[in-house]
């Protein structure tokens, strides 16, 4: 048996690694670019991924020293996409044992340190999953940003946006949203904002980056980021109530992660409150670990067995 275990997780921009020996202390942790075969070239991934195990071996130890790696990422569901990551894995020089999970499955392992329990992310996108004492899973969302991720970032951006169109055109109230979004943007015009919107270089990701003023003017009381911030808790909630449910997990805990839920503290707190109400039996909690820590715990169990 090799000395050490790989975990990773793929995200949209970049790609954590942690490396632990066989008794899960973490040797190496580092960052390096995407692996996310959904929203990267074939190639580029191939290259991350080689330099990623490059560094590894030249740092830690050799590829027959590695028991397992464990690659944690988005969209892996499609079959073809699953594929494709494991072929660009084998192109980039690892021939070692792999495992390719779910990114939401290795983020449960990592927030709470087991496989049993439920986790919540909102972030760009939004998404709950969960896995009871017989083994059996339940996600919930993650379907995407064109269809669902109601209650993430990109939701709460794209509220905010049409809040401020409805009251620019008298449909809705006035909202300090406006001032607040205009001088984020450096625009002055709903006329800018629509240019800006609808610009061939705007992604999701450019939407959700306004989520975060919706703190700021709940704190002022404006009605219309109080309705958006109640929706989204609202959403997010109606996310873990079904995995709850499915899988009669009503006691335990349950991690709360993403920026929307550890930052937006009117999103955060309503959404513990509802929790704590409707399931006494389940507690919210902060994550202990990260999703690639929570890979390489998966890939220290699959060594052991």
């Known amino acids: 048996m090799g000395g050490f275990v790989i975990g990773l997780d793929g995200g949209g921009t970049k790609t954590e690694v942690v490396v632990c020996d066989l008794q899960g202390n973490v040797l190496s942790q580092f960052k390096s670019g995407a692996i996310n075969i959904n929203g ?3 190639s580029n991934v191939e290259s991350n991924l080689k330099y990623i195990f490059e560094k590894i071996f030249s740092e830690t130890g050799p590829s027959s020293e590695c028991a397992c790696t464990c690659v944690g990422a988005a969209g892996i569901s499609n079959a073809l996409a699953r594929e494709t990551l494991k072929a660009a894995i084998v192109s980039s020089g690892y021939s070692g044992r792999l495992i390719i999970s779910g990114d939401h499955q290795t983020a449960l392992h990592g ?3 087991k496989d049993v329990g439920i ?3 909102a972030g760009t996108g939004s998404i709950c999953y969960g896995r009871n004492r017989h083994g059996i899973e339940h996600r919930t969302g993650g379907f995407g940003y064109l269809i669902d991720d109601e209650g993430s970032g990109y939701a709460i951006g794209r509220d905010m946006l049409s809040a401020i169109v ?3 055109d008298g449909r809705g109230e ?3 949203l406006t001032d607040m979004v205009f001088s984020q943007l450096k625009i002055n015009s709903v006329e800018e904002l629509i240019s ?4 061939k270089e705007i992604n999701k990701r450019d939407i959700a980056r306004l989520a975060p003023n919706l703190t700021g003017a709940c704190i002022n009381g404006d009605s219309a980021a109080m309705a958006i911030s109640h929706k989204c808790s609202d959403e997010l909630f109606k996310l873990v109530k079904s995995v709850v449910e499915k899988l009669d997990l009503y006691s335990g805990e349950i991690a709360l992660s993403g920026s929307i839920l550890t930052k937006d503290r009117y ?3 309503t959404l513990t409150e509802k929790v704590s109400q409707e399931f006494p039996g389940l507690k919210c909690v902060c994550p202990k670990a990260g999703a690639a820590h929570g890979a390489a715990m998966m890939a220290l ?3 052991k067995q």
């Open 40 to 42: 990267e070239t074939v």
């Open 111 to 113: 927030a709470l340190g």
């Open 119 to 121: 986790i919540l992310i």
């Open 166 to 168: 409805r009251a620019y």
């Open 174 to 176: 006035a909202t300090v």
């Open 196 to 199: 800006y919107i609808y610009g």
């Open 267 to 269: 999103i955060g707190n």
């Open 301 to 303: 169990e699959a060594a």
